[in-house]
């Protein structure tokens, strides 16, 4: 029992690393498009894969969370980003 039990633990260790290493590659090309002057484009990009997402999950009839998380997420990646968002 005491090794299934380091063998699980050890399993959830190497999991949670590469969480946290995916994580933080993701969060250093952002920083990194952000500093060359490419993140519009990159938002751009992602706003034209939510809005098809979104109209994907339309012309299935896709209801609850899921549905609705891709629809906001194409509206704020579809706004200007200069305007000032409303609670922030």
Known sequence: ???????????????????????????????????????????EGAAVLAKSAARAMERRGARGVRGEVVRQAARWLDEDPDRKRSGR
């Open 1 to 43: 029992m005491e090794t299934v039990l380091n063998i699980l633990l050890i399993r959830f260790g190497v999991i949670a690393a590469i969480v946290v290493v995916v994580g933080l590659a993701g969060f250093a090309l952002i920083v990194s498009l952000r500093r060359r002057g490419k993140g519009e484009r990159v938002r």
